[in-house]
Antibody, heavy 122, light 111 residues
């Protein structure tokens, strides 16, 4: 069974940093593109970032480019999102998502984690 | 303001057929495939339709998707109370180095 388990969320002050993790199991992680998608309270879904199975290709939403970094450790079957210079508008539930292929089709998220909550507030 | 445009709400009675539209542009829906997600209250989203009109295993055939030009639609036939949820369309967008765009979401109410 495919499972994605996010962790690392919490309360952080504006300008602070946080690193999210997503532990994956039940599929060949190194062959699978992964994404982060967030949802602000009471709002819709917003794609944040995607990474190819090898980790060699990354994509970012304009709203986070230059502040967030997506990475992966295929030896640990774990996806990461390093978030720096956090703003109040980054407050959201962050979901980890499994793609369907090693690269491309990042808009197709086959399996979603349960999400981890990030709150940016002083 | 989302790049893909969906109606904020839709409704229908049990057994009815409802459709939800998703309007984009040549840089997203016009050249890339569309996916649809269902988000039940308090839960993570779930993939409902991929490659414009394909259903993952386990998704009832009451759900169907279509695409024409720069627009896409999700149709739900034989509406059931458990279909009450938020629905989102998503597609790759070739602009700005490439990124994924979502619709703003449609809240479906089963009357």
């Amino acid at each position: 069974e495919v499972q994605l388990l996010e962790s690392g969320g919490g309360l952080v002050q504006p300008g602070g940093s946080l690193r999210l993790s997503c532990a994956a199991s039940g599929f060949t992680f190194s062959n699978t593109a992964m994404s982060w998608v967030r949802q602000a309270p009471g709002k819709g879904l917003e794609w944040v970032s995607g990474i190819s199975g090898s980790g060699g290709t990354t994509y970012y939403a304009d709203s986070v480019r230059g502040r967030f970094t997506i990475s992966r450790d295929n030896s640990k079957n774990t996806l990461y999102l390093q978030m720096n210079t956090l703003r109040a508008e980054d407050t959201a539930v962050y979901y980890c998502g499994k793609g369907a292929y090693s690269s491309s089709y990042y808009s197709r998220v086959d399996v979603w984690g349960q999400g981890t909550t990030v709150t940016v507030s002083s | 303001q989302s790049v893909l445009t969906q109606p904020p709400s839709a409704s229908g009675t049990p057994g009815q057929r409802v459709t939800i539209s998703c309007s984009g542009s040549s840089s997203n829906i016009g050249t890339n495939t569309v996916n649809w997600y269902q988000q039940l209250p308090g839960t993570a989203p779930k993939l409902l339709i991929y490659f414009n009109n394909q259903r993952p295993s386990g998704v009832p055939d009451r759900f169907s998707g279509s695409k024409s030009g720069t627009s896409a639609s999700l149709a739900i036939s034989g509406l059931q109370s458990e279909d009450e949820a938020d629905y989102y369309c998503a597609a790759w967008d070739d602009s700005l180095n490439g990124h994924v765009v979502f619709g703003g979401g449609t809240k479906l109410t089963v009357l």
